[in-house]
């Protein structure tokens, strides 16, 4: 992967792209529902946003029935990988993101 630290930090500069890209980090894959709750914004908005981090190749997806499951690009640079853990390490607003994550009632293990 080609990413280089100006598209990284371009892309990670909105709120919304740096938070979803943290939980991504810390939960391996989420729905795009999951993401949705935790990020308290409409779905359109939340996809708009994920379609640029997919198209930085920050993550992929794949679908699942009525599902899109996101993740973090598994061929990310070492360094990319090291700045988003080191984020997450950080970031205040990941520990309150992720409180919401697990007390998300029907998550879609068991039906969004």
Do not use: N
């Not at 992929?60 to 599902?67: A, I, N, Q």
């Amino acid at each position: 992967m080609s990413l280089t630290p100006r598209q990284l930090f371009s892309t990670l500069a909105h709120p919304l792209r740096l938070r979803a890209v943290l939980l991504l980090q810390s939960q391996g894959e989420l729905c795009v529902c999951e993401l949705t709750h935790v990020l308290k914004t409409h779905q359109p908005m939340v996809s708009r946003h994920l379609a640029q981090l997919r198209k930085t190749g920050l993550v992929t997806s794949r679908r699942d029935g009525l599902w899109i499951h996101y993740r973090l690009a598994s061929d990310l640079p070492e360094w990319a990988t090291a700045v988003i853990t080191a984020a997450a390490d950080t970031e205040r607003t990941h520990a309150t993101d992720r409180h919401v994550l697990a007390s998300m009632s029907r998550r879609p293990d068991h039906a969004c």
